[in-house]
């Protein structure tokens, strides 16, 4: 009876959190839709200019900037998240990691806001001052907070997945005569990958979701960047700034910018969980 009730919870919670997706989808496309076809599919969504009071709405450099500034914070905190995750597991000492994962903890913890003023007090000045008096406010001062922001997510997940390959695995691969670094690197790592390519996952997400540290270090200027030193906004920063004020097909048209992110990032996790599922 204990086992009937608590899978009957557990189903309950679950089709609740099934059903929050559902309405939210709903919403987010029951909105606009409508708004699309009003404004126009291509000029929304390859349209170069944004300007809410004259009724022009195009988000394709918003499309590119999100693209950009995600991509770099990847292509940065993932080597270090994964590196780091392998460290702590397979080669820190208990000291290290007793002292090494409640910061990184705590790192997790930090909220965006103060990730954002941290960036605009040191990461924004160092860029200006190392590229000749540039503005600072950036691709490169976005990229490298969300890199930083995603670090724990990476390394935490990361190095769950790394402690729960068998032991006999890497004491097969030593048996064989393998080195420690070699066993690592070629048993447990591939072991884990799945782990590991979620860990990446959900730090995509967040990289792509996070708006507050951007709003604060990206320079928020409209335009596709041609240059890591270049302003840019992207599409989560443009409905924080403007959904505040906006009325009538400005409001629609940042929602329909809400369905556009929802489903860039819906088609990343697709494709990389297509990529996980391979054996």
């Keep these: 009876m204990k086992e009937r009730i608590a899978q009957g919870v557990f189903a309950l919670f679950g089709c609740i959190s099934i059903l929050c997706v559902i ?3 709903i919403f987010l496309f029951g909105n606009a839709i409508p708004t699309l076809f009003h404004i126009g599919f291509l000029e929304f969504i390859f349209g170069l200019n944004w300007y809410p009071s004259e009724e022009i709405f195009g988000i394709f450099p918003m499309i590119i900037g999100s693209i950009y500034v995600s991509v770099l914070a990847i292509l940065l905190g993932v080597p270090i998240g994964v590196l780091s995750a392998i ?3 397979a080669f820190a000492s208990k000291q290290t990691k007793y002292y090494v994962m409640p910061a990184i903890e705590l790192l997790g913890a930090i909220p965006s806001v103060v990730y954002g003023f941290f960036g605009l007090v040191v990461i924004v000045p ?4 190392a590229f000749n008096g540039v503005s600072g406010k950036s691709v ?3 990229a490298l907070i969300l890199s930083i922001m995603i670090l724990p997510t990476i390394i935490l997940i990361s190095k769950s ?3 729960s390959v068998p032991k006999s695995y890497y ?3 030593l048996a064989l005569g393998a ?3 070699r066993s690592v690197f070629f048993v447990s790592l591939l072991s884990a990958r799945s782990g590991i390519l979620s860990s990446i996952i959900l730090g995509i997400g967040r990289a792509i979701g996070e708006a507050m540290a951007v709003i604060m270090v990206a320079g928020n200027q409209v335009q596709i960047p041609h240059s890591l030193i270049d302003g840019v906004r992207t599409l989560t920063t443009n409905i924080a700034l403007e959904m505040g004020y906006a009325t009538d097909l400005h409001r629609e048209a940042l ?4 369905v556009v992110l929802f489903v860039l990032i819906l088609l990343i996790n697709t494709s990389l969980n297509l990529i996980k599922e391979k054996p």
């Design 23 to 25: 309405m939210i989808c």
């Design 140 to 142: 490169l001062a976005a």
């Design 171 to 173: 004491e097969g691969a």
């Design 179 to 181: 080195t420690k670094e």
């Design 255 to 258: 929602i329909v910018n809400a």
């Design 87 to 89: 460290y702590l597991s």
């Design 126 to 129: 160092w860029i200006s001052d």
């Design 161 to 163: 997945a790394l402690d």
